[in-house]
């Protein structure tokens, strides 16, 4: 089963825009990740974000986390067609070993 | 340094047959989990070892599915009797101690059963 739930399922920018995906998920959460998957590659870790925390920056990657809404968001500001890419939210319960995966988002930067 | 590394990359095999997927993590990683993945969808969890003992097998499919890391480092995913449903993108990630630690994945092994 996926904890979490990526929104919108398909993003069309231009280059230069603002990308804003968020997730939602079900169950009290240890940490929520995002991670980023171009085609046919495996999957590459962008940021952790735990659950004490409502925001965090790496580069121009943006991610909150409301846990009294159980959502999260990922803005990357300033795009470039290399951001293409799907892109993941996971979920690290608050009991449990496992990391769980949404559906992801599939964001098309166009130059 | 070396990142994940799997193999094969790619693995056609024919229904009922047997296939072992191997992956190799980062170095000094204790925790290495494999995951499944269907085109257009997140990767789904099949297991989770810290060191060399499963620590969460819940999502193996069936009994057909089974893994190993006998030495704390390299694993090995088997599966036997091989279904055509079978047919995904195998990834192996590693972290460094588990919970609170990014997952580091391989490329993944693409399976075909026909």
């Known amino acids: 089963s996926q904890q979490g739930e990526e929104d919108p399922q398909a993003l069309s920018i231009q280059e230069g825009e603002n990308a804003t995906m968020n997730c939602s998920y079900k169950t009290s959460i240890n940490n929520l990740q995002w991670y980023r998957q171009n085609s046919g590659r495996g999957l590459v870790h962008l940021i952790l974000i735990r659950s004490n925390e409502r925001e965090k920056h790496s580069g121009r990657l943006r991610v909150t986390l409301d846990t009294s809404k159980k959502s999260s968001s990922l803005l990357i500001t300033a795009s470039r067609a290399a951001d293409t890419a799907s892109y993941f939210c996971a979920t690290d319960k608050e009991y449990g070993n496992k990391l769980v995966f949404g559906a992801g988002t599939i964001l098309r930067v166009k130059s | 340094g070396a990142g994940v590394s799997q193999t094969p990359s790619n693995k056609v095999t024919e229904k009922g047959k047997y296939v072992e997927l191997r992956c190799d993590p980062i170095?000094?990683?204790?925790?290495l989990y494999w995951y499944r993945q269907s085109l257009g969808q997140g990767p789904e969890f099949l297991i989770y070892?810290?060191?060399?003992?499963?620590?969460?097998d819940s999502g193996l499919p069936n009994d057909r599915f089974f893994a190993v890391r006998p030495e704390g480092s390299v694993s090995t995913l088997k599966i036997q009797r091989t279904e055509r449903g079978d047919s995904a993108m195998y990834l192996c990630?590693?972290?460094?101690?588990?919970?609170?630690?990014?997952?580091?994945f391989g490329n993944g092994t693409r399976l075909t059963v026909t």
């Open positions: 170095s000094g990683h204790t925790a």
């Open positions: 990630a590693s972290s460094l101690w588990g919970r609170n630690s990014p997952l580091h």
């Open positions: 070892f810290q060191g060399t003992g499963a620590a969460d």
